[in-house]
Each structure stands twice: as structure tokens, then as C-alpha cells.
């Protein structure tokens, strides 16, 4: 285990953002810690790195314990939302800092920062300063500079959440390949389900600063371990009493037995994709229902048709009915 | 069409671009001529003035004024006061912004009021009170009165705000995650300060040090009364200048002004290029 985390906790003033974290990271994974904003998931990760203290327990980091090292003895790299480039140097000088830190010879580290620019692709602009980088290039700029100093771990607060939607999805992929590259244990914050169920190895979902679910994308999407969990990983409509996913609803034209009868009163279609909203006849919040476009054609549904639904895939999970 | 539309528009962007950077529109030509009229009436109309005024009376009474042993003094009194003031407040002065942007504590608020306060007095009414506070009867018991120290005392209080001013709006920008993104890549806080604070301040610095340099060696009323004035001791050359027009001796008050002019003139450049040291490094 790279990094062991054991009864952490940490209060501001009356707002705890942290209560008895247990949580151990494997070694050379990218794992992710996914929550909503407020959550304590970047203070967590903050309380890793050194940047911020735990009120109790213990961080050891490769076995040595570094709860009370600070934040430059870990050996830790640290990615920023906002970058925190040294705008005053060029990007070579900014990814060379920590090399120049340690002293090392100056051809060394020459040939440290050429090769890492090469693999974050940015070789052509060793000159230029961060000002002239777009968002993207800045963030790879970052990773490049916490990557140099050959850390133990590597640690992402919410990467990618100053791009706009197209470069970080680019960036997305571009981390996981990079990761399979260069194989660092990885910790990523982040607050969007779908980066963390792409990119990541493991995910520990931390909400109102407990650790809700640790495990990975296909555990917790198919079996999350609370109605929390199962609302946050993706889209949830309540069928008969219990929260379900849109998808996994099958919607019949004619009676079949455990079912919902209902008339179809919204139909939206996106794509590919149909989503219906069923009210159901025993009255009741209505149900949404995704599916296919050749599904709901080929069953002949249309606005205004009854139709009766059931849950095809039951989700193994131990989420409680909805309460009334 | 459309994309030959797009096209040509694209590639007359630049060069557009390139036109406008030398040649100005009505408006930005009217913007122009204002700010050199502007600039030529209150900056170098009396500037020339007063470096015509010294050449009327020939390089050898600009030398001759410059060596009398009593301006001599003055001058030399003047800028080794002014380089001792600009050093004290280039450190103190950084120390201060450094504490009102980075620290919370009670009275801040007092405290960010009462360093503008040497701006605001008339510079009499502060060599008044530097006079109460540190003159005969001093009620401090301190009684520093018509020594070179009561120079450096009124320069100081004078010049204090200049610094604080200037490096605490860049120190309040400054992004507190590029110091954590030092610690995490290994460094201890004094090697973040020189290497990642040091230089994103030196411009403000620079800029706070030009300007009270250039108050310490013109400043007159704040130190008058306090200082004595006395001949070869602590004379100051603002005083000596008005010694000369005084005395009807123009000529000669010209000589030392045009000196100070220079003087101020080469603490500026020289300033500037320690700022772009620092900055590269």
C-alpha cells in the first residue's frame, strides 16, 4: 500500500470537513476521491500532500509515516486547479524548479526537464512563459513540474475543473495514458461522476467528510452502497417506491407480471437515445425511462400509450426503499 | 462563397492588426496629442527651464556651486540620507504590506488608515509634530533636534507609506498556491521567497523605492524645523536652494537643482535595472 490514511480528522471551527478517514491507496493505481464540492475530498488530499494538517490521525506515505512532515520533506507532486505556474520563469525553468531545488548538476537536469516536457508535449514551448499557454497546456505544464521531482505519489486537486468541456475531456484521456505510462501511485479530486468512472482505477466517494463507498467504477455503479452513492454516479428515477436507474427499466405494451402500469406523458428524443416519463395510474411521482430509439419503435410506443414497467436489472445493492 | 468570405476575412485580421500599431485613429491621435501637450507643459517645459537657467551661467558655475564646501555637504547629506531612507523603507516597507495582506489580527483596519496619514499631512504640519515629538521637551524623553538623525527621522516618516502602497496590491494578487506549489516541489520558505515572491514583488518594490527616493531628496518642510538646518551638518539641498534664490544667485540654484535632477534620473535607471535582475533570475 502506497499511502495509508487511518482516523483522520479535521474540523474548521464548527464545520467538520473530515471525520475518521480509513482509506488506503494502492500502489502505481489512479484512484480518485469524488464527492460534491464540500465535501472535505480536497481537504483530504490537501492533508496528504502536507499543505493542510490533520486535527488526528496518521498519513504514512511508501510506508514511512509523514503526519508531521512538512509539506517539502514528502516527496509528494502536487497539481493545482489554477495551475500555480511561477509566471516570472519559462515553462523549462518552471519544470527544472525542484530539480534546482536539490541541487542537482545542471545537465542533469537539462536533460530531466527536456524529457519531460517530451512526454507531456510540450517541447517547442521550453521558452515561452505561462502566460503565452493556453489552460491545457498550463495544466500539462504543472504535471510536467510535480512529475520531475520523481515523486512518490501524485496528487490532483480537481485538474481539469478550469477547462472547458472539450479540452477536458482530451486532458481525461490523455492523464489515464500518461498513467500507464509512467505508473505513479495517483490521487485525483474531482466532482464529476464521469471523469472519475473513465479515468479511474479505484474511487472513494467522500461526502459531508465521510468515505461513503470505496471501490471500483463497475462496483459502485452496480452496486452502490447507499442511495447516495447510486444518485451520484448517475442518472435515478423512483420506480415503486425505490430509486432505480432510468436504463435499467423495461417497458412492456402489454401486462406483465411485478410491474408498474402507467400512461406515457412526456417523450424526448436525443439522439439515439428516447427518454419517456410514465405516470403511473395508481397516481404518484412520475418515472423516467431511457431507451433505445429502436427499442421504444420496435415496442410501437408512443405519447399517450400505456405501458407497464419493471426493473430488468435489479441492482444488487442494499439501497433502502425511498422513504414516502 | 461563404468559405472565400471567411478566408479573406481571416487573413486581413493581422494585418489589420499590424497597421493599427502605427498608425493611430482620430480618437487615439487626439488621446495622443493631449497627453504630449499635456506632459511637454507640466514635465519638460520646467525641466528645460531649469537646465537652461544652469547653462546661462557656464559650466564653470556649475562646478564652482557644486564644490563650495557648504552645498557640497548638502548634496552629499542629502543622497546618502535618501539611498539610508529607500533601503530602510524597501524592507520595512515589504515587511508591512507583507502583514496587512497575509495577517489577521485586531486593528488591521486602523493600522491600514493610519499608513496613509504621512501622505495626507501638509509636510509642515508633520515636521511640527516631529518637532513636539522629538525635540527639545521631547515628552518621550527622545531629543534628536538639529542632528542628522532628525533628517533621517522626518525622511522616514514622510516616505513610509510609498512601499506599503505599492507592493500591497501586487502581494494581495499574488496567488497563495504558487508558495505551495514551491513547498510540495521541495522548497523551504526563505528559498520560496527569493526564488518565487522575491521577484513577482521586485517591480512594486522598485517601483515604492523610485518614489521615495525621489521624495527624500526634495523634501523640505517635513524636516526644516526639526533638522536646524545648521551650515555642513544638517543642511539639506532643498534648503540650500532657496538659500541661493534668496540670495538673488539663480544661477547657482539652478546648478543644484539640475544636480538633483540628475541624480534622480540615475536612481531611477538604476532601479529599473536592479528590478529586471531580480525578475530574471
Do not use: C
Amino acid at each position: 500500500m502506497s499511502i495509508e490514511i487511518a482516523g483522520v480528522g479535521r474540523r474548521f471551527g464548527d464545520f467538520v470537513a473530515l471525520e475518521d478517514i480509513n482509506l488506503s491507496v494502492p500502489a502505481g493505481q489512479l484512484t480518485a476521491l469524488l464527492g460534491p464540492s464540500g465535501g472535505g475530498k480536497s481537504t483530504l488530499l490537501r492533508i496528504i500532500a502536507g499543505l493542510e494538517n490533520a486535527d488526528s490521525g496518521t498519513v504514512t506515505i511508501e510506508g514511512n509515516d509523514a503526519t508531521r512532515l512538512p509539506a517539502r520533506k514528502r516527496n509528494v507532486g502536487f497539481v493545482f486547479q489554477h495551475y500555480a505556474a511561477f509566471k516570472h520563469m519559462t515553462v523549462a525553468r518552471n519544470v527544472a524548479f525542484g530539480l534546482e531545488i536539490r541541487k542537482q548538476p545542471k545537465d542533469q537536469v537539462a536533460e530531466r526537464v527536456r524529457e519531460m516536457l517530451r512526454l507531456v508535449h510540450l517541447e517547442q514551448f521550453a521558452d515561452r512563459y505561462p502566460a503565452q499557454l493556453s489552460g491545457g497546456q498550463r495544466q500539462r505544464m504543472a504535471l510536467a513540474r510535480a512529475l520531475a521531482i520523481e515523486p512518490s505519489v501524485l496528487l490532483l486537486d480537481e485538474p481539469f475543473g478550469a477547462l472547458d468541456a472539450k479540452v477536458r475531456k482530451e486532458l481525461r484521456d490523455w492523464l489515464r495514458r500518461l498513467h500507464d505510462e509512467v505508473h505513479v501511485t495517483t490521487v485525483f479530486v474531482t466532482h464529476d461522476q464521469e471523469e472519475a468512472l473513465e479515468v479511474a482505477d479505484q474511487i472513494v466517494v467522500i461526502n459531508q467528510g465521510r468515505i461513503e463507498q470505496i471501490g471500483t467504477p463497475d462496483e459502485l455503479y452496480d452496486q452502490p452502497a447507499s442511495d447516495f452513492v447510486l444518485s451520484f454516479l448517475g442518472p435515478v428515477t423512483t420506480l415503486d417506491g425505490r430509486l432505480v436507474r432510468p436504463h435499467d427499466i423495461e417497458v412492456a405494451a402489454g401486462p406483465v407480471p411485478d410491474s408498474v402500469v402507467g400512461t406515457i406523458t412526456r417523450w424526448t428524443r436525443i439522439g439515439y437515445e428516447v427518454r419517456l416519463e410514465v405516470t403511473p395510474t395508481s397516481g404518484g411521482d412520475p418515472v423516467q425511462v431511457q431507451l433505445t430509439r429502436n427499442d421504444a419503435l420496435q415496442r410501437g410506443l408512443a405519447e399517450g400509450s400505456t405501458v407497464w414497467l419493471r426493473e430488468v436489472a435489479p441492482v444488487n445493492g442494499a439501497h433502502s426503499p425511498v422513504p414516502a | 462563397m461563404t468559405t472565400s468570405t471567411l478566408t479573406r476575412v481571416r487573413r486581413r485580421g493581422p494585418r489589420r492588426r499590424a497597421r493599427a500599431a502605427t498608425a493611430l485613429t482620430p480618437a487615439a491621435g487626439l488621446g495622443l496629442g493631449v497627453a504630449l501637450i499635456w506632459f511637454s507643459i507640466l514635465v519638460m517645459l520646467p525641466l528645460s527651464a531649469v537646465v537652461l537657467t544652469t547653462t546661462e551661467g557656464g559650466w564653470t558655475t556649475f562646478v564652482e556651486t557644486i564644490q563650495q564646501p557648504q552645498t557640497w555637504a548638502a548634496i552629499k547629506l542629502t543622497v546618502g540620507e535618501a539611498v539610508l531612507v529607500t533601503v530602510t523603507n524597501v524592507v520595512f516597507g515589504t515587511l508591512i504590506a507583507w502583514v496587512l495582506v497575509r495577517d489577521h489580527f485586531w486593528g488591521k483596519g486602523i493600522l491600514e488608515v493610519v499608513i496613509d496619514i504621512p501622505f495626507a499631512l501638509p509636510t509642515i504640519v508633520a515636521g511640527l509634530v516631529l518637532l513636539s515629538l522629538y525635540g527639545p521637551g521631547s515628552p518621550i524623553g527622545i531629543d534628536v533636534a538639529n542632528t542628522r538623525v532628525a533628517v533621517f527621522l522626518a525622511l522616514l516618516f514622510v516616505t513610509t507609506p510609498f512601499v506599503v502602497r505599492t507592493v500591497q496590491p501586487v502581494l494581495l494578487e499574488l496567488d497563495p498556491e504558487t508558495e505551495q506549489a514551491a513547498a510540495s516541489l521541495g522548497a523551504s520558505r526563505l528559498t520560496t521567497f527569493r526564488k518565487v515572491l522575491l521577484p513577482a514583488l521586485t517591480p512594486a518594490i522598485t517601483a515604492g523605492a523610485a518614489l521615495s527616493f525621489a521624495r527624500a531628496i526634495s523634501e523640505y518642510g517635513s524636516l526644516v524645523l526639526l533638522s536646524g538646518n545648521l551650515p555642513m551638518r544638517t543642511e539639506v539641498t532643498s534648503v540650500r536652494i532657496l538659500t541661493y534664490i534668496e540670495n538673488g544667485n539663480m544661477a547657482a540654484a539652478a546648478s543644484v537643482a539640475s544636480l538633483l535632477l540628475l541624480v534622480a534620473l540615475f536612481a531611477i535607471i538604476a532601479l529599473d535595472v536592479i528590478a529586471r535582475r531580480v525578475a530574471r533570475r
